[in-house]
């Protein structure tokens, strides 16, 4: 059973128009996070939820957004997509300071932008 | 300076062969280590955390050494299916989680 779940898996949008990416886990766990990850790098972290406190990156373009309504569910809003927006997103979810200390994946979001 | 910093590889040795990566971390109060695996166009899957006193798991040897910031995966008689991009995961600080640039590994019969 899926634990960690990203809707849309692909997602198309025009240069500037605004997308969300959503994130939602059965695990319960108190942090999540997105990364961003374009071909042949490494995922780079934009920010993360640690409970209800948002933690963002220095580097994140304000053009990134995030919002955590519940424990369950994040969103990633990307405000006005450029081309170099066009990456995989993932969300990624953890209990933290206790338990297994390791990341659950979802499989990710494919965002093109035309 | 980036926070964690891997061998930029690629790797490409024969089946059987046994390969090295190390990885190195700038922030002393770290406290998580990882090992993912990302297969193309997938995920990252966690291969092992990584312990102070070193960890196996079959074919697979993490180690941490805390005094130099350095962090090591050894791969003994690597098989194809090991093919596939490591990734150097270190807990930065609190929450934070930092990924490597990740190294590239092709095994070839």
């Known amino acids: 059973d899926a634990m960690v779940i990203q809707n849309p898996r692909y997602q198309v949008t025009q240069f500037g128009k605004p997308v969300t990416l959503s994130c939602s886990q059965t695990l319960n766990h108190n942090v999540m996070y997105w990364y961003q990850q374009k071909s042949s790098q490494a995922p780079k972290l934009l920010f993360h939820?640690?409970?209800?406190?948002?933690?963002n990156e220095a580097d994140t373009p304000d053009n990134f957004q995030s919002r955590r309504p519940n424990t369950s569910f994040c969103f990633l809003d990307i405000r006005s997509p450029g081309l170099g927006d066009a990456a995989m997103y993932l969300c990624?979810?953890?209990?933290?300071?206790?338990?297994?200390?390791?990341?659950?994946f979802g499989p990710g979001t494919r965002l093109t932008v035309l | 300076r980036k926070e964690v910093e891997q061998d930029p590889g690629p790797f490409n040795v024969p089946e059987g062969a046994t390969v090295a990566f190390n990885c190195t971390y700038s922030n002393s109060a770290s406290q998580s280590f990882f090992w993912y695996r990302q297969d193309c166009r997938k995920e990252p899957k966690l291969l092992m955390s990584?312990?102070?006193s070193g960890n196996e798991d079959g074919r697979f040897t993490a180690q941490l050494n805390r005094a130099s910031q350095y962090i090591s995966l050894l791969i003994r008689d690597s098989k194809l299916s090991d093919s596939a991009t490591y990734l150097c995961v270190v807990g930065s600080s609190a929450s934070k989680i930092i990924f490597g640039s990740g190294t590239r590994l092709s095994i070839r019969p």
């Open positions: 990584v312990y102070s």
């Open positions: 990624a979810t953890r209990v933290f300071p206790v338990g297994t200390d390791t990341q659950y």
């Open positions: 939820y640690y409970d209800k406190d948002f933690n």
